[in-house]
């Protein structure tokens, strides 16, 4: 099954992302912000990541922004209770393959993982 890192600054967060993962049959690894996340992603190269967007050191912006420069970077959700459009868009533009709300349900959170994971043609939209 998918292994997915999970990048997020809370504990609580990174636990209810993880149980969610778990129950649905996926592997995870956690990292507390972007900065161990583009370590982690070294150390056991992902499927997917799910993060967060404001972090410390190292925020989803700039974990995009890290990403973009890798020959093969693993697709990224993002997951924000950032409702600003122009926020959305620019992490699209960075390359998230999804943009999420918080507060996120089981469903939604595993459906953009499946779409990221095996994409069709109707969910090359952006997500979310």
Do not use: W
Request: glycine content about 8%; hydrophobic content about 40%; some cysteine.
């Amino acid at each position: 099954m998918a292994l997915i890192l999970i990048i997020d600054d809370s504990s609580y967060q990174r636990t209810a992302l993880r149980d969610m993962l778990y129950q649905a049959g996926y592997h995870a690894v956690e990292a507390a912000d972007g900065q161990e996340g583009l370590e982690r992603i070294a150390e056991f190269n992902p499927d997917c990541i799910v993060s967060d967007l404001l972090m410390p050191r190292m925020g989803g912006l700039e974990l995009l922004e890290a990403l973009q420069k890798l020959n093969s970077a693993p697709p990224i959700i993002i997951v924000t209770s950032s409702r600003q459009q122009g926020v959305r868009e620019r992490c699209l533009e960075l390359g998230a393959a999804a943009f999420l709300n918080k507060p996120l349900g089981e469903d939604l959170l595993l459906s953009a993982v499946r779409n990221t994971l095996e994409p069709t043609p109707s969910s090359r939209d952006g997500g979310q």
